[in-house]
């Protein structure tokens, strides 16, 4: 019989509370059973194992970041929607590290989380919108997008910005930049 209260959302709410407190490499069973106070084996009853907790896991991370993109940018468009956009993404890593760290980096491709990435991605598609993008083209500038929002993230968390000059003025020159390559080049008179 589970125990009283214990959910797979119960069980994948400790999760994230060991990888926040912890890091991503202290997630194991163990450490989320006594996280919920249960018997490791009592896990089984909600999750089929680490595996399929690291999955659920992920699937909340996308899903908190897509509601998370999805009000930052709601009523927004262009380049205020993609500023919005990428500005939320590096407050989002900044506040929640171990967390985006456990985000699986390819969640289209995984039967499991696909419908969490389609939405993240829906959103990222929504905000480029304005300008006019559409198949391929929308989603090589959303790669642009996600690589210049990741790697300035991923960098700053694992503290690799050791010089004085300031990180968000550095942050706002990256998101120039990406804006300035999203416009359509003007047109000859």
């Known amino acids: 019989m589970p125990r009283a209260g214990l959910s797979t959302t119960a069980v994948v709410d400790a999760a994230l509370a060991v990888a926040d407190e912890h890091g991503v490499d202290a997630l194991t069973l163990a450490a989320v059973a006594q996280r919920t106070g249960v018997a490791t084996p009592s896990l089984y009853k909600h999750v089929a194992g680490l595996g399929e907790l690291r999955t659920l896991l992920g699937a909340r991370v996308i899903g908190d970041m897509a509601d998370h993109f999805t009000r930052t940018v709601l009523g927004r468009s262009g380049d205020d929607a993609v500023a919005a956009l990428m500005h939320a993404y590096r407050d989002y890593v900044r506040q929640y590290p171990a967390r985006y760290a456990a985000m699986p980096l390819d969640p289209l491709h995984d039967p499991a989380l696909a419908a969490a990435g389609g939405k993240l991605l829906d959103v990222v598609l929504a905000a480029l919108r304005a300008y006019g993008l559409a198949g391929s083209d929308a989603i090589h500038a959303t790669r642009c997008l996600r ?33 300035a390559t999203l416009r359509p080049p003007p047109r000859p008179e």
């Open 147 to 179: 690589a210049v929002a990741h790697g300035f993230s991923s960098l700053e968390a694992g503290g690799g910005f050791g010089l004085p000059e300031d990180l968000d003025q550095t942050y706002d020159q990256l998101v120039s930049t990406v804006i």
